[in-house]
C-alpha cells in the first residue's frame, strides 16, 4: 500500500466534510500507524492489531503530552466515516478497532462476535459497482462496504454451547 494512503484518505474525507486539517487527527493517525507497526505479533490480531482508545491516548500522552480523549474519540469518528479503521467487537465495555489494510478490495466482513475482519474481494461485486457508477454517471474516488454478521466459526460456538 502506498506510503501516505491513509493520510490521503484523510486529507479527502476532511475537506469533503468541510472541516480543517487539523495537526492533532493527523498526530492520531500516525499513532495508529505506528501502534499497529509495533504490535503487528502477538495476541493483539497478528499482523493487523486491535488498538482501543486508550491505546492511542497513551501513546499520544507519552510523545506529545498535549492531546484529549475527547480528541481520540472524535477522530476516530472521522476515520470511521473515511474508512481509514472499523469498529471490531467491543471486550468488557470497551470498543476496539482496527485499521482497515486493502483499498483494493471494496469491502469487509466484521463479525460483531470475536471481532474478525476479513476483506472480500469478488469480480461480481466489482462489476456491479462499475455498473451502477457507469449508470448514474458517476465517477467513483472510493468507496468502502463493511458488512456486519456472525462467521462461520463463531456460528459453530454458538452450537455447541
Known amino acids: 500500500m502506498q506510503k501516505n494512503y491513509y493520510r490521503n484518505r484523510l486529507k479527502n474525507h476532511i475537506r469533503r466534510c468541510s472541516l480543517n486539517n487539523s495537526f492533532e ?6 499513532a495508529i500507524e505506528s501502534f499497529c507497526q509495533i504490535n503487528s505479533s502477538g495476541d493483539r490480531g497478528g499482523m493487523n492489531p486491535e488498538f482501543s482508545a486508550d491505546d492511542i491516548f497513551k501513546l499520544l500522552k507519552e510523545k506529545l503530552g498535549i492531546f484529549t480523549k475527547s480528541t ?3 477522530a476516530f469518528s472521522l476515520m470511521l466515516e473515511a ?3 472499523v469498529e471490531t467487537n467491543s471486550k468488557r465495555g470497551r470498543k476496539f478497532y482496527k485499521l482497515i489494510q486493502c483499498d ?10 470475536c471481532g474478525e475482519v476479513t476483506a472480500i474481494s469478488e469480480p ?3 462489476n456491479l459497482i ?5 449508470r448514474k454517471n458517476f465517477e467513483k474516488t472510493s468507496m468502502h462496504i463493511c458488512i456486519k454478521g456472525i462467521c462461520e466459526e463463531c456460528r459453530e460456538k454458538e452450537k455447541t454451547e
Do not use: A, M, N, T
Not at 487527527?25 to 500516525?30: A, K, N, Q, S
Not at 483494493?104 to 462476535?113: A, D, Y
Open 83 to 85: 474508512g481509514i479503521i
Open 104 to 113: 483494493e478490495c471494496p469491502g469487509h466482513l466484521h463479525c460483531i462476535k
Open 124 to 126: 461480481l461485486l466489482d
Open 130 to 134: 462499475s455498473e451502477i457508477c457507469g
Open 25 to 30: 487527527r493527523f498526530e492520531i493517525l500516525h
Open 72 to 74: 481520540v474519540y472524535r
